[in-house]
């Protein structure tokens, strides 16, 4: 036995077993459950679970529920590797009121295979730090909607799984989605994270809202690269987006980044958005309030954005866009398109006004005249309406 593991072992006994696990053959316990239910019996506990060298993911029966505001802590080349893809690798489901930090923490691990790599159920305020899932038969990471999430005795909700935060992960090559995230849930961060060559989507946002990107990369997923289906106030920053679309047939359109219909206030600030290959939009929006601004765009077959009927407001800010040769910036129609806030040149006899004061230019028979909008109705500056 290894003068590390005698030091630990005596940290541990006169510690007390509430603060610190090993998983491992020189450890404490076997298996990551094991070390898990060792920590105390109460969800508040805490404590850290170290995972050894000497684990073995054999011996342990998986799902692994974590049900407690306690660490798991890997290193540089610790694997989790479950076989059986009709389970989740790891469920954290904390079934009690977490409405403050600190929630559990996952720390320096890579999970191979299972249903889900991370299945992310009941209780607030998770991290998860250089966390890697790979290979899982659906998704990467599924952070579980209101309307799946069930709270056994307590009523639907009361424990809503909200505000988790990714700091350098990565989900790579997952059957489905690299990220789910469902209905209902606010507050997920994802921070330097990257999705690659997954199924789907790299991340699927799922009618939820107050999200946010800083950073990271979503290359060549099945789908698109970002999917962000009836959310509301989301904020993408400094992302790196490229060659989404793979498993589109040779005729499909292939998208970078969908907002979809009834999305509101997606924003995207200092992205990089590459097409190559059959990428024919870098963006597709179908949201309400979309705003770019000071991105770059090279390589799509279509252009950088398309703007759908059922968009309204869009912000393009198309001055704050570098695009690269040969780029076209968009298309596409939408509802008050805007340019720096001002409605883009139109017949604006065809167009209703968002609010008192708003602006637009009007193309008429005299030329394009900027106009106001007022008391619902449009006038040029000389006082005539529309």
């Known amino acids: 036995m290894s003068n590390i593991t005698n030091a630990l072992r005596r940290f541990?006994?006169?510690?007390?077993?509430?603060?610190?696990?090993?998983?491992?053959e020189a450890g404490t316990d076997e298996t990551i459950q094991a070390a898990h239910d060792a920590l105390g019996d109460h969800w508040r506990d805490g404590g850290i679970v170290l995972?050894?060298?000497s684990y073995d993911p054999e011996?342990?029966?998986?799902?692994?529920?974590?049900?407690?505001?306690?660490?798991?802590?890997?290193?540089?080349?610790?694997?989790?590797?479950?076989?059986?893809?009709?389970?989740?690798?790891?469920?954290?489901?904390?079934?009690?009121?977490v409405n403050r930090p600190p929630g559990?923490?996952?720390?320096?691990?890579?999970?191979?295979?299972?249903?889900?790599?991370?299945?992310?159920?009941?209780?607030?305020?998770?991290?998860?730090?250089?966390?890697?899932?790979?290979?899982?038969?659906?998704d990467g990471f599924h952070v579980a909607g209101a309307r799946e999430y069930d709270a056994g005795e307590n009523p639907p909700n009361e424990f809503a799984p909200n505000t988790h935060r990714f700091y350098g992960c990565?989900?790579?090559?997952n059957g489905r989605d690299g990220w789910y995230v469902g209905e209902g849930i606010h507050g997920v961060t994802l921070a330097s994270s990257n999705a690659y060559f997954n199924g789907r989507d790299?991340?699927?946002?799922?009618?939820?809202?107050?999200?946010?990107?800083?950073?990271?990369?979503f290359e060549q997923n099945g789908r698109n690269g970002l999917r962000f289906d009836r959310v509301q106030a989301l904020e993408v920053e400094n992302a790196y987006v490229e060659k989404n679309g793979q498993a589109a047939d040779d005729d499909s359109m292939t998208i970078g980044i969908l907002v979809g219909e009834h999305s509101r206030g997606v924003s995207f600030s200092d992205c990089y958005f590459q097409g190559g290959g059959d990428v024919s939009w870098g963006i597709y929006n179908q949201g309400r309030g979309t705003s770019l601004r000071n991105c770059y765009a090279r390589?799509?077959?279509?252009?950088?954005?398309?703007?759908?009927?059922?968009?309204?407001?869009?912000?393009?800010?198309?001055?704050?866009?570098?695009?690269?040769?040969?780029?076209?910036?968009?298309?596409?129609?939408?509802?008050?398109?805007?340019?720096?806030g001002v409605v883009v040149p139109q017949d604006l006899s065809t167009v209703t006004g968002q609010f008192d004061g708003d602006r637009g230019v009007h193309l008429g028979s005299d030329?394009?005249?900027?106009?106001?909008?007022?008391?619902?109705?449009?006038?040029?500056?000389?006082?005539?309406?529309?």
């Open 51 to 53: 995972v050894l060298p």
């Open 299 to 340: 390589g799509h077959t279509n252009g950088f954005v398309y703007n759908a009927e059922a968009a309204e407001d869009t912000e393009w800010a198309r001055a704050s866009h570098t695009l690269a040769d040969g780029e076209r910036f968009g298309g596409g129609d939408g509802k008050r398109t805007r340019d720096h």
């Open 202 to 217: 790299g991340v699927n946002w799922r009618q939820n809202y107050a999200g946010h990107v800083e950073g990271g990369s």
């Open 170 to 173: 990565v989900a790579e090559e």
């Open 104 to 138: 559990p923490n996952f720390n320096d691990v890579t999970i191979r295979g299972g249903k889900h790599g991370v299945e992310k159920r009941g209780g607030r305020y998770t991290m998860f730090r250089d966390v890697t899932v790979k290979d899982a038969a659906e």
């Open 367 to 386: 030329g394009p005249v900027f106009c106001l909008w007022y008391d619902g109705v449009w006038y040029r500056p000389d006082g005539r309406p529309v």
């Open 12 to 24: 541990v006994d006169e510690s007390g077993p509430t603060l610190v696990r090993a998983a491992g």
């Open 59 to 97: 011996r342990e029966e998986f799902p692994i529920r974590w049900a407690k505001t306690a660490t798991l802590r890997g290193g540089n080349h610790t694997v989790i590797e479950n076989a059986d893809d009709s389970v989740p690798t790891l469920v954290v489901d904390v079934d009690a009121p």
